[in-house]
């Protein structure tokens, strides 16, 4: 059983920064993707970053510039850092990363997800 768990979410003001982290735990033989999606009140959820193990990344437009991912394979550890925080980024950020299971399956891994407000 393969287990992302997400720390580091909280209430910041805007214009303000929040780490978020997400560690994968249990039996795998290997993790490829990982990747930040947020979900908004009523609306749908959205990536907002990837990055491969290799290190090539990718954001939402909304976030360029202002958002980081990284991520610590020793640790089995991805980040997103979040600089210059808006309202709209308000929302519970999920984390999903592709596992490869020690039986060799391929296996898509959600988190059970962190609240992240922005205050005006």
């Known amino acids: 059983q393969v287990q992302l768990v997400e720390s580091g979410g909280g209430l910041v003001q805007a214009g303000g920064s929040l780490t978020l982290s997400c560690a994968a735990s249990g039996r795998f033989a290997s993790i490829s993707a990982m990747r930040w999606y947020r979900q908004a009140p009523g609306k749908q959820r959205e990536l907002v970053a990837s990055i491969i193990k290799f290190g090539s990344t990718n954001y939402a437009d909304s976030v360029k510039g202002r958002f980081a991912i990284s991520r610590d394979n020793a640790k089995n550890t991805v980040y997103l850092q979040m600089n210059s925080l808006k309202p709209e980024d308000t929302a519970v950020y999920y984390c999903?990363?592709?596992?490869?299971?020690?039986?060799?399956?391929?296996?898509?891994?959600w988190g059970q997800g962190t609240l992240v407000t922005v205050s005006s």
């Open positions: 999903n990363a592709g596992v490869l299971s020690d039986g060799a399956r391929y296996l898509e891994v």
